[in-house]
């Protein structure tokens, strides 16, 4: 028995018969991971990156691939341009979700962890930031900034000219550099730093939660109107520091986290009563935590049971 592949998944399948993939389907796995990393860097969402994927094949096949100079930038471009419709309904989606809206997370490998341009770009940190930019300005940063696409290249996915794509990538660099984690921590660190959060969260103790949260600390939280969440941001350590320890105190749960790395950075998973309650990333600047995402959604909890490859070539 032989092996096929589905061209959207790369899951092997059995066939009968021993015919060779057709050149579209190899071309197109050859590059599934770096489009899919394409796709979910400018939605935050996989399951809308794997559709993405879907219709980037479906367009694909319907291509003579032997008339296309540069296959990897003329895939790249079909997938943009579905990301960018995609934008559009992810935005109207966005605006009746229940609560916060957080990234989803994914389970990666280890390779994407030991890419530091790479960790930082799907980190949940700047996968924030680029929520705040429009769509156009979002897939120019990502192409220019993360995949070093040529302004000819991006201007044809974009449908802008090359000017106004500079234009645009200056203006969404300016965005993003202002917001974005002043340095740039390596695992180990970020690692040491969870580590101390997990203990004084599983211990509820409150002065050594404010000792390794920085005054200023966000907490974001996303239950998606499924599970318990704040439903707004809270801000600085005391409030944080607080909610977590009473807000434990009050459910009498047993709580303990696990130490795992989604979207290449160190993260934690939680499980409450030994059920897994969600994931939490964590924003570290000198040497404390400034951000903390937590995202409980089951809907997005489906990518930390399997890795995800993603990378930038």
């Known amino acids: 028995m032989n092996e096929r592949r589905d061209a959207t998944t790369g899951t092997a399948e059995p066939t009968a018969g021993g015919g060779r993939m057709d050149p579209a389907t190899e071309v197109f796995l050859a590059h599934r991971n770096l489009l899919f990393t394409v796709a979910y860097e400018m939605l935050g969402s996989a399951a809308d990156a794997e559709d993405v994927l879907q219709e980037t094949w479906l367009r694909w096949v319907k291509v003579d691939a032997g008339q296309v100079h540069d296959q ?23 605006e009746a979700y229940v609560g916060p809206w957080l990234p989803e997370p994914l389970l990666t490998t280890p390779d994407v962890a030991e890419d530091v341009e790479l960790a930082e770009s799907v980190s949940m940190a700047l996968m924030l930031v680029l929520e705040t930019l429009s769509p156009t300005e979002r897939a ?36 993003v550099d202002a917001r974005r984690p002043r340095e740039v921590v390596s695992p180990s660190q970020t690692r ?20 390794v949260l920085a005054p200023e600390v966000v907490l974001i939280s996303d239950g998606g109107g499924v599970k318990q969440a704040a439903p707004q941001p809270i801000i600085g350590a005391g409030k944080v520091a607080r909610m977590i320890v ?36 964590a924003r570290v600047e000198d040497a404390r935590i400034t ?6 959604n089951p809907q997005k909890l489906t990518r930390i049971g399997s890795e995800t490859p993603l990378t930038l070539k």
């Open 72 to 94: 990897r930038a003329y895939l790249v471009r079909i997938a943009t341009r579905r990301s960018l419709d995609r934008l559009r309904i992810l935005k109207r989606r966005k």
């Open 140 to 175: 120019v940063f990502v192409l220019r900034e993360v995949f070093d696409v040529s302004y000819d290249e991006i201007s044809a996915a974009v449908g802008k000219t090359p000017a106004t794509v500079r234009q645009i990538a200056h203006r969404a660099r300016r965005h």
């Open 192 to 211: 040491a730093v969870l580590e101390s959060f997990q203990r004084a969260v599983e211990t509820r103790d409150l002065q050594g939660l404010l000792d």
């Open 246 to 281: 009473s807000g434990l105190g009050k459910a009498r749960i047993a709580l303990a986290g696990e130490p795992t790395v989604v979207n290449g950075n160190p993260a934690l998973l939680l499980c409450v009563d030994g059920e897994i309650d969600g994931v939490i990333a």
């Open 291 to 296: 951000g903390l995402y937590y995202v409980r």
